[in-house]
């Protein structure tokens, strides 16, 4: 809900300066055990669950299924159950396929955050996005996000579709007929034409190009991609004034966004994005592990 998501922003705002001190050690998870399942490789989501899982003191575990039983063939279920048997108090697992996230929690017996399951959502993300866009704009109510890209097989772009609206955002939808949703939610703007899509927005979120997750052969009809949907500093003059450019990473530079944007800190908040990251997933974890602390 509206206020689930706000009330997590808040908790992650003390988070904020907590991860800027030189010394960033707080003890309320010491004592349990975080097993981070991550089936799909990750540099930002990953690091940071680890990051934020040591900074609050738990006993943190990173679980590769390139190095695991998985390799040898055994089953989502089995795995979980497996992991559930070793007594952790927190999972957070990243899985290819849609709807994973909700299976393992079924099987658990402790909180099970989803870190990206398939092309189906991304809430951590989501909810770093809208705190990345609430500290540069002060609020979410009434603001333009246009989100472009590959809104088809984007988790991301699946989560924020959901949270924003709730806020009181206006999100437009922008790509390749090939990359739009056949449908969008109500209230939601497709758009083929990158140009008028970002006309007046305030928020431009780029999206990487999912070849991974694609269907065979689709990603050869694209063409010129930047040419039609590549954004740069030319094209972010549609925008509104002041408009901030977003992107979840990893980036293709010069394929989706132009280099040069992307590392402009004025008109970029990438790397804010990835610094929020840190601590809005210290917050999920604080939060979620509280029942277990008596809390």
């Known amino acids: 809900s509206a206020d689930d998501i706000r009330f997590l922003l808040d908790e992650a705002e003390q988070w904020i300066e907590f991860n800027r001190r030189p010394r960033k050690q707080d003890g309320r998870l010491v004592g349990l055990t975080q097993i981070n399942a991550f089936f799909e490789n990750s540099t930002r989501t990953l690091v940071s669950f680890e990051l934020a899982g040591k900074r609050l003191g738990a006993q943190v575990v990173n679980f590769s299924a390139a190095t695991s039983s998985v390799k040898k063939g055994e089953s989502l279920k089995d795995t979980a159950l497996t992991l559930n048997a070793m007594r952790p108090d927190v999972l957070v697992i990243r899985h290819d396929a849609n709807g994973a996230a909700l299976q393992v929690a079924e099987l658990m017996d402790c909180p099970v955050i989803n870190a990206g399951d398939g092309s189906g959502e991304h809430p951590t993300q989501a909810l770093l996005d809208v705190l990345t866009i609430r500290r540069r704009f002060g609020r979410i109510e009434g603001l333009k996000v246009a989100i472009c890209g590959d809104i088809r097989h984007s988790r991301v772009a699946g989560s924020n579709m959901r949270s924003l609206p709730l806020l009181g955002a206006e999100v437009r939808l922008i790509g390749p007929p090939s990359l739009l949703p056949d449908l969008a939610p109500d209230g939601i703007g497709l758009f083929e034409d990158f140009d008028e899509g970002i006309a007046g927005a305030d928020v431009v979120m780029m999206l990487r190009i999912q070849h991974e997750r694609m269907e065979a052969g689709l990603s050869g009809t694209l063409g010129d991609y930047f040419g039609r949907y590549g ?8 925008a509104a004034p002041g408009a901030v450019v977003m992107h979840p990473g990893p980036m293709n530079r010069g394929v989706e966004i132009d280099g040069e944007l ?6 970029s908040a990438i790397l804010e994005q990835v610094e929020m990251g840190v601590a809005l997933r210290i917050a999920c974890l604080d939060v979620v592990t509280r029942p277990a602390r008596g809390g």
């Open 262 to 267: 992307a590392d402009d800190p004025e008109r």
């Open 231 to 238: 954004l740069s500093r030319a094209r972010l003059d549609r």
